[in-house]
Structure formats: C-alpha cells, structure tokens
C-alpha cells in the first residue's frame, strides 16, 4: 500500500499590488516587505533574428508593443511553407522580446530577481546588457538575480530571445516566445526564497490536522542575524493556527525551519468540497517585519492500494481522468485563466474529475485553478529523455533532422535541474496526486520493443499490440532483451535517477510514468523504481501485469475515449482508474494538411461538446444524461438484421475494438425524406424510449447492449426525434429538423469583465430557423462586430481541419456554430457585440468592462 497523508497547496500568483504602483503603496505601508510585480506590462516584441538586440542603446521603437503571456505562433496564418504537421502548420522561428521598467532607489539595498514561468523555448536573457544565461526546456519555471545588474532610481532594459529555429521540435503544438506569466520580486536581504515554504501533513484526521512547515531562509547580510519566524494559519480569513520559532542565521546562509500547527476540525480538500486554507510566513528582525510570504494549500490524505485502487480521505474514489495538451485553441499556449475555467468547468459537468499534464509541466495558475476547482492532477515532467522521438511519425528517430532538434539534445546537463524545478513549484498543491517522469519513453529504446513478440523479427504470428498479452513468455522476453544491444543509455537507470530527484524534494507522493512496453519495462528495473505503473493503451494486459507482478500498483494513464476502456476499471478494483486521451482537442501531431490536430478529445478545439463527451458524461455523472446522434444507415458502423429485428455491427466486435475519436454521426435531424438513419443514444438511464413526432419506434435497455449504446434504424421523416427516460420521464433530449436559414444566436458568459488585461469572455453564435432550431447541417461566414475598448483575442469553429486564421473578426462555421473570444484591456468601457450573416443580424449584447 502507498500512502500519502500530506497537504498540498497552491502557490501564491501575484501580490495585491503591482508594478511601481505597488512599489509605492508598500513604500508607506510596509516599506521593508517584499513586493512581487506583475510583470507582464510594457513588453516590445520583434519577429525574427536581429543584432545586438540586447544591448542597452538598441532601438526598439519600431517593435510591436505587446503585453504577456504572448505566443507569436498562433498569431500568424496556417500555411504549409516552413512548418509541421506535428507543431500544427505554424511557424516558429526567432522571437525578441525588450521591456524598459525602472527600480526605486529604496530597492538599491534589496534583493531583486525576476520569475519566468515558462518561455519556448531556447530562452536567453540579459539585463542592461549583461548576458544571465540560457534556459533550453520551454515548459519548466527558472529564475534569475537581477540584483548585481539593475540601476536604482533609474531606467533598466531586459531583453529574452526565444529560439525555435527548430520548428518540429515537438510532436505537438508547442507555441513560442514567453508564454507564459512573468514576475519581478524584491525582497529585503533576509527573506524567503522562491519556492521556500513547503507544508504537508503528517496526521489527518476529522477531528485535527496536524501541519508541518518547512520554511527556507536565506541571509544575504555580512552578519550573524537572529530572526523570529511567525507562521499562521487561515481558513476563509479566519486564523485557526500559529506557530513561532527563533532561528540564528549565519551571513550568506540558506537554513530550514521545521514548523508544526495542530488545527482542529479541519475541512479537507477533494473533488467535490475543494477548501482551501493558507500559510502566512513572517520574517521579524528585531521586532520589525522584514518579509512575509502566502502560500496557499489544502488539507487532504491519500493513498493508492495496489487490490482495492485510490483512496481519497479515507473513501475509495475512481479517478475519472483526461489527458490534456497545453494550448488553448485559438489562443494558441498563451492561455488565459478564464479560457481553461470554461473548459474545465465543461469537463467536470461531465463527471471527469482528473487531469493529466500530457506531457510536460503546465502553468502554474493551470495549477491553481485545478486546486479551486477540485481536480485532482498527474503533473509530468517530459515526453523525451535521452533518445528522440520521430516528430512526423512519433515513436522512435527515423532519422536526423535539425528541425526536429529537441529537448533529447539538453536532457543529459538539464534534466535533474527541471525535474526539480518543477516539483519544487508545484509540490504544495493538494491537487497534485502523482508526478509523472515520463511519456511513453520506451519507444526510443529500441530493444524494449523488439523482445516483447509484437514487433519485428520476434514478432509472433497475428498478434496484435493492443488487443492481445504478451505472446512470449517471460523468460523469453528476458532473454531477447538480455541479448539484444542496450544502447548507449540505460533507461532503468535513468529513471532511477528522474524519482531519486522527484523524492529529493518531494517524497510525499507516488511517482509513476506512462509505460507503453510493461511486459519489459516490469522487470527491467524501470518499474521497480515507480511507486505506481501507468499503462498506456494496455488494457489488453491488466490482468497479465497484476497476476505476473502482484507486487506492483497499476493505473491505467492514457486511454481511447471509448466505453471499452472504462469497463475494466469498474470490473477490476486493483485498477484505479484512467486518463483518457484527450479530454479537449489539441493543435499539432497532425499528418495531413489541413488537418491542424488531433480531433480526440471529448470537446472540441473551440471548446464545444462532442458525442464522446456525452458518451463519458453518461458513463462518470450522476446526473441523469440523455442524449441524441444520427447518422445515415451507410455511413454508420450498423446493418438491420431482419431476424434480430435490431442494428447490428457490420463488423464483428467492431466497437470493443475502436482507438482513438469517436465514429461520424450528426447531432442534428435533417435528411432526405425516406433515408434510413441509424439513431445512437448514450445514457445512464436504464431504459429509453424514442419517439418521432410523439409516435413511439420502442424502448431500447441498456443490459442488452455491449457498448452502452442504444440503437434504432428510423426511416426519415420531418419532425422532432425525442428520446425519453423510462424511469424518470422528465429526462429527455431531442432534436428537431431545422428550416431555412432565418437567424443567428448569439450567446456570452459573461456580462462584465474587470479591466484588468486579463478576464475574457466567450461569444458563441448559432445559425438558427425562424423558429430557432439551430441549423446544425449546412455553414455560413459569420463576421463579429465589435464596438469598444477590447481586445479580440481570436475566432474558431472547433473543427480540426479548420485553418482560417485564428486572429480574424470573421469565419465559416462549423455544424453552424463559432466562437469568439474577447479580452479586457485596462481601460473601463462598454463594449456592445453582434454578428452578422448576409443580411441577417443577431441581437446586441452588452458587456461592462469595468
């Protein structure tokens, strides 16, 4: 049994105040505690290789002014010249970023450093010309000490370079330039480092909490100095819990302080109820407040059982998880807080309660909002080590290719310092359950897949990878991996080096990886090193891998959206749940122009739901789900059989063997008089009924199905299609054959922003009849009108092979429907929005920016 009693928290994103506006407020309040800048402000940005660039007497006056995160990919045009299927068909390239800002002179005897969240990649920066160094990992935080470099009461330059000279670098959209959130802090010479509080739990239980606080110090004084730490507790502004403590530090030196606080009657962190509390570390120096840091967590305890599965505060929990990418559709990895709320509020309407970070570190606000939401998360760390992977074809290196040059060429000097960058940042969010070292590694080790029977010349009769155990024994796996050649690396070590480095600095929770060849990664001393074994598509071995190695605590960590994948998991309690691939579609590992990503998720690229989504909602929510699909009887995977008076599969076992994405159907009712469709429903109701036009076609049960859908054949007729819950009547949904072309919806979720450069809200329109049945078969061009101070952020219609340019007022539809996103500037304003058709004009709507 792993357990893990441990609280986790959420870091602290910015301070109340910003900029050298907040340099002056805390000057009179406060003028010895630290200031964290929001430094996002005031960027210029130029596309493309330039000379000397970070020199302080460059001119940037002709520069694009920009405000962070910015990804310069996404906002250029989809094109096939000089880019990738893999990264999305967007170019990479050079890109330049110089911000002027100035320090106070009351900073001169402080210690200022500035905080990047993550820039892709290839990322140089220099401070008043002086060169601080190179960062090659585009998805991991670093840091650097501006304090040596920056005039006081003056003006000072930064200047980043971002290379992705190498534009297939990645096997999906990566984005480019600082794309995500940056930071300037300024502290007093003794203070709290970054990432320097970290609380967990060693004992929790309903009636008390016990908090231990490991708080770093550092002292960068001439002198011996004795400080009191303060640390308190709040839950909802209220303290609960306080602990003091003396500590000498000795000049130049980082100690540790070691805290504990007992609280009563805690309120724990889970799915459903995410409390959470907070840390409040303050320095004094001879009675005086010298820093004072906040830092988020919540109290929570878990554990994995390698029989019985995951445990979450004690009660036995399925994880209902997906994979995500990073990018946000149209907005490209520059994403906004409020653009993954929508999308992950959608998800958890759908019952799905877990993410993994597929396959690198996400942002830290990701983070924090998966700690307010309630989702709990497998944090990853790479998708390559040593060896590369073929960015055209995935798996292993087909050949060398210096625009495919990625990560693989640093992860030897790099690895251990981003590993631990990115535990260290995220270590004390109680959303993180497991840190993941890796994706499907064994791809690129070579004999990993030559020894199993699956592949090349051991490679036994018809087997098949996906469907079928392992055709060889074990001791003939082993000996095929014995004497083939290891390779200049050996992954078992590797590995072994990745958890050691994890548990350095964080050995509160499981580490696992996503193992794609277990029958040898089991016993080649690479899942020796796991706490827990994540299977990638091998349901076809749980029962194998638990049987032949009892000892080890499997999950399943990447799987199809299909209900064939789901099933085990309720049939087989030592499998604890899975991650399907993908919860939301991603830009990038695409094949074929104009196919611009992968269509797997269970929404859309614009957000929108898709038939698997409702498949899953039915599958992981109580909520009682109905919900209706349609397709021509030719174009769907069914036939009649007359004498089972049923749709039956063309294909034999045609649905326990479907991968990836979801068959065609329509979600709409509009054919040719006398057609024969094929209706699917997906529910979690018992039984249903379908009606057309009130006249029942008969009630289908759900016990009778193998794939948990409901099937009828219906010969077309104009109307509504309804189905109907048996048990519970008022649970129905129903489609309606849409008329000609005669209005546009058009929706928003929000009715106000704050001016804060950062709140968004989505527009969504719809073609619609003149009765308002959305038009779901036939796409128009849809042009936005936009009238006040807001910053359009992109359109899209969510499907994969739409390639019209994101940053654009207009776009055909797809299914009838597109998205618009706007973004608030700084600026108070009333924004009125519409759209328009041809002739045909939607309502207005207002929006407050205030």
């Given at each position: 049994?792993?357990?893990?009693?441990?609280?986790?928290?959420?870091?602290?994103?910015?301070?109340?105040?910003?900029?050298?506006?907040?340099?002056?407020?805390?000057?009179?309040?406060?003028?010895?505690?630290?200031?964290?800048?929001?430094?996002?402000?005031?960027?210029?940005?130029?596309?493309?290789?330039?000379?000397?660039?970070y020199q302080t007497d460059f001119s940037d006056k002709d520069w694009q002014e920009i405000r962070l995160p910015h990804d310069w990919s996404v906002t250029s045009a989809f094109t096939q010249e000089n880019t990738a299927g893999a990264t999305a068909f967007l170019p990479g390239g050079i890109g330049w970023y110089r911000k002027t800002f100035s320090m106070p002179s009351n900073a001169a005897n402080k210690i200022t450093w500035i905080e990047f969240d993550g820039v892709y990649s290839n990322a140089e920066v220099w401070i008043n010309g002086t060169y601080l160094g190179k960062r090659p990992y585009g998805y991991i935080p670093f840091k650097y000490d501006l304090t040596?470099?920056?005039?006081?009461?003056?003006?000072?330059?930064?200047?980043?370079?971002?290379?992705?000279?190498?534009?297939?670098?990645?096997?999906?959209?990566?984005?480019?330039?600082?794309?995500?959130?940056?930071?300037?802090?300024?502290?007093?010479?003794?203070?709290?480092?970054?990432?320097?509080?970290?609380?967990?739990?060693?004992?929790?239980?309903?009636?008390?909490?016990?908090?231990?606080?490991?708080?770093?110090?550092?002292?960068?004084?001439?002198?011996?100095?004795?400080?009191?730490?303060?640390?308190?507790?709040?839950?909802?502004?209220?303290?609960?819990?306080?602990?003091?403590?003396?500590?000498?530090?000795?000049?130049?030196?980082?100690?540790?302080?070691?805290?504990?606080?007992?609280?009563?009657?805690?309120?724990?962190?889970?799915?459903?109820?995410?409390?959470?509390?907070?840390?409040?570390?303050?320095?004094?120096?001879?009675?005086?407040?010298?820093?004072?840091?906040?830092?988020?967590?919540?109290?929570?305890?878990?554990?994995?059982?390698?029989?019985?599965?995951?445990?979450?505060?004690?009660?036995?929990?399925?994880?209902?998880?997906?994979?995500?990418?990073?990018?946000?559709?149209?907005?490209?990895?520059?994403?906004?807080?409020?653009?993954?709320?929508?999308?992950?509020?959608?998800?958890?309407?759908?019952?799905?309660?877990?993410?993994?970070?597929?396959?690198?570190?996400?942002?830290?606000?990701?983070?924090?909002?998966?700690?307010?939401?309630?989702?709990?998360?497998?944090?990853?760390?790479?998708?390559?080590?040593?060896?590369?992977?073929?960015?055209?074809?995935?798996?292993?290196?087909?050949?060398?290719?210096?625009?495919?040059?990625?990560?693989?060429?640093?992860?030897?000097?790099?690895?251990?310092?981003?590993?631990?960058?990115?535990?260290?940042?995220?270590?004390?969010?109680?959303?993180?359950?497991?840190?993941?070292?890796?994706?499907?590694?064994?791809?690129?080790?070579?004999?990993?897949?030559?020894?199993?029977?699956?592949?090349?010349?051991?490679?036994?009769?018809?087997?098949?990878?996906?469907?079928?155990?392992?055709?060889?024994?074990?001791?003939?796996?082993?000996?095929?991996?014995?004497?083939?050649?290891?390779?200049?690396?050996?992954?078992?070590?590797?590995?072994?080096?990745?958890?050691?480095?994890?548990?350095?600095?964080?050995?509160?929770?499981?580490?696992?990886?996503?193992?794609?060849?277990?029958?040898?990664?089991?016993?080649?001393?690479?899942?020796?090193?796991?706490?827990?074994?994540?299977?990638?598509?091998?349901?076809?071995?749980?029962?194998?891998?638990?049987?032949?190695?009892?000892?080890?605590?499997?999950?399943?960590?990447?799987?199809?959206?299909?209900?064939?994948?789901?099933?085990?998991?309720?049939?087989?309690?030592?499998?604890?749940?899975?991650?399907?691939?993908?919860?939301?579609?991603?830009?990038?590992?695409?094949?074929?122009?104009?196919?611009?990503?992968?269509?797997?998720?269970?929404?859309?690229?614009?957000?929108?739901?898709?038939?698997?989504?409702?498949?899953?909602?039915?599958?992981?929510?109580?909520?009682?789900?109905?919900?209706?699909?349609?397709?021509?009887?030719?174009?769907?995977?069914?036939?009649?059989?007359?004498?089972?008076?049923?749709?039956?599969?063309?294909?034999?076992?045609?649905?326990?063997?479907?991968?990836?994405?979801?068959?065609?159907?329509?979600?709409?009712?509009?054919?040719?008089?006398?057609?024969?469709?094929?209706?699917?429903?997906?529910?979690?109701?018992?039984?249903?009924?379908?009606?057309?036009?009130?006249?029942?076609?008969?009630?289908?049960?759900?016990?009778?199905?193998?794939?948990?859908?409901?099937?009828?054949?219906?010969?077309?007729?104009?109307?509504?299609?309804?189905?109907?819950?048996?048990?519970?009547?008022?649970?129905?949904?129903?489609?309606?054959?849409?008329?000609?072309?005669?209005?546009?919806?058009?929706?928003?979720?929000?009715?106000?922003?704050?001016?804060?450069?950062?709140?968004?809200?989505?527009?969504?329109?719809?073609?619609?009849?003149?009765?308002?049945?959305?038009?779901?078969?036939?796409?128009?061009?849809?042009?936005?009108?936009?009238?006040?101070?807001?910053?359009?952020?992109?359109?899209?219609?969510?499907?994969?092979?739409?390639?019209?340019?994101?940053?654009?007022?207009?776009?055909?539809?797809?299914?009838?429907?597109?998205?618009?996103?706007?973004?608030?500037?700084?600026?108070?304003?009333?924004?009125?929005?519409?759209?328009?058709?041809?002739?045909?004009?939607?309502?207005?709507?207002?929006?407050?920016?205030?």
């Amino acid at each position: 049994m792993i357990t893990h009693n441990n609280i986790d928290f959420g870091k602290l994103v910015l301070s109340a105040m910003i900029g050298l506006i907040a340099w002056g407020c805390n000057t009179k309040a406060q003028p010895d505690l630290r200031v964290t800048e929001d430094f996002n402000f005031g960027w210029k940005f130029h596309h493309g290789p330039v000379e000397n660039a970070y020199q302080t007497d460059f001119s940037d006056k002709d520069w694009q002014e920009i405000r962070l995160p910015h990804d310069w990919s996404v906002t250029s045009a989809f094109t096939q010249e000089n880019t990738a299927g893999a990264t999305a068909f967007l170019p990479g390239g050079i890109g330049w970023y110089r911000k002027t800002f100035s320090m106070p002179s009351n900073a001169a005897n402080k210690i200022t450093w500035i905080e990047f969240d993550g820039v892709y990649s290839n990322a140089e920066v220099w401070i008043n010309g002086t060169y601080l160094g190179k960062r090659p990992y585009g998805y991991i935080p670093f840091k650097y000490d501006l304090t040596p470099y920056l005039k006081y009461g003056s003006s000072n330059q930064i200047a980043v370079k971002a290379d992705r000279s190498a534009y297939i670098d990645c096997r999906w959209y990566p984005g480019s330039g600082i794309y995500r959130n940056v930071k300037l802090v300024t502290t007093n010479k003794i203070h709290i480092p970054q990432w320097g509080v970290f609380v967990t739990t060693p004992k929790v239980t309903d009636d008390n909490a016990t908090i231990a606080i490991q708080t770093d110090l550092k002292n960068q004084l001439k002198n011996k100095k004795t400080v009191t730490v303060s640390t308190f507790i709040y839950y909802d502004n209220v303290k609960v819990g306080h602990v003091q403590n003396e500590i000498n530090l000795p000049p130049g030196s980082l100690e540790k302080l070691r805290q504990e606080v007992t609280i009563s009657n805690p309120r724990h962190w889970d799915t459903e109820n995410p409390n959470m509390y907070e840390v409040v570390s303050e320095i004094l120096f001879n009675k005086e407040l010298v820093d004072r840091k906040e830092t988020p967590f919540g109290i929570r305890h878990f554990h994995f059982d390698k029989e019985e599965g995951f445990f979450l505060n004690g009660k036995n929990t399925l994880i209902q998880g997906v994979c995500l990418h990073h990018d946000g559709g149209l907005v490209g990895s520059a994403v906004p807080i409020g653009v993954w709320e929508r999308r992950l509020q959608t998800l958890k309407d759908g019952g799905c309660n877990a993410i993994r970070t597929a396959h690198n570190p996400p942002s830290e606000e990701f983070l924090d909002l998966c700690d307010r939401m309630g989702f709990l998360v497998q944090d990853e760390a790479f998708d390559e080590w040593n060896n590369p992977k073929d960015k055209h074809h995935n798996y292993n290196q087909q050949k060398a290719d210096p625009l495919t040059n990625g990560y693989t060429e640093h992860f030897s000097e790099w690895s251990e310092r981003d590993v631990k960058n990115m535990v260290l940042r995220d270590r004390n969010h109680p959303s993180i359950i497991m840190w993941s070292i890796g994706n499907e590694i064994e791809w690129t080790y070579p004999r990993y897949g030559s020894s199993t029977g699956y592949w090349g010349s051991n490679k036994v009769g018809n087997v098949d990878y996906y469907w079928d155990e392992p055709p060889l024994s074990i001791a003939k796996i082993k000996k095929n991996f014995s004497d083939a050649e290891p390779g200049q690396y050996n992954l078992a070590e590797t590995a072994k080096s990745l958890v050691n480095w994890v548990k350095q600095v964080d050995d509160t929770r499981p580490v696992t990886a996503n193992l794609v060849i277990p029958s040898v990664g089991n016993f080649s001393g690479y899942s020796n090193v796991l706490d827990i074994v994540g299977l990638s598509y091998r349901q076809a071995v749980y029962d194998y891998v638990h049987q032949n190695y009892p000892e080890m605590t499997f999950i399943g960590t990447e799987n199809w959206t299909r209900y064939h994948e789901w099933k085990p998991v309720i049939e087989k309690k030592f499998i604890s749940g899975i991650f399907l691939w993908t919860g939301i579609n991603y830009m990038g590992e695409s094949k074929s122009w104009p196919k611009k990503g992968s269509g797997s998720g269970l929404l859309d690229f614009a957000g929108f739901k898709k038939p698997s989504y409702h498949m899953f909602k039915a599958l992981w929510s109580d909520e009682p789900h109905v919900y209706v699909t349609t397709q021509l009887l030719e174009k769907s995977p069914y036939q009649w059989d007359p004498k089972a008076e049923r749709l039956m599969e063309k294909e034999e076992n045609w649905a326990a063997r479907q991968k990836w994405g979801w068959q065609e159907v329509n979600e709409h009712w509009n054919y040719e008089q006398g057609e024969n469709i094929a209706v699917e429903v997906y529910t979690n109701q018992p039984e249903v009924e379908l009606f057309l036009n009130g006249k029942s076609l008969g009630i289908q049960k759900l016990e009778d199905q193998n794939d948990h859908i409901l099937k009828w054949l219906v010969p077309y007729t104009d109307g509504q299609l309804t189905a109907r819950a048996m048990e519970q009547a008022q649970v129905e949904a129903s489609i309606q054959t849409a008329g000609a072309f005669n209005q546009l919806l058009i929706k928003s979720d929000k009715t106000s922003l704050s001016a804060n450069a950062r709140d968004v809200a989505h527009f969504t329109v719809q073609l619609a009849d003149k009765q308002g049945n959305p038009i779901q078969h036939t796409d128009r061009e849809v042009i936005f009108h936009i009238k006040g101070d807001v910053k359009l952020l992109g359109v899209d219609n969510g499907a994969p092979a739409n390639v019209q340019k994101y940053q654009n007022d207009r776009l055909t539809t797809s299914s009838g429907r597109a998205l618009m996103i706007l973004q608030a500037n700084l600026n108070p304003s009333k924004v009125e929005v519409m759209a328009t058709s041809g002739n045909v004009e939607s309502e207005t709507i207002k929006l407050t920016v205030q």
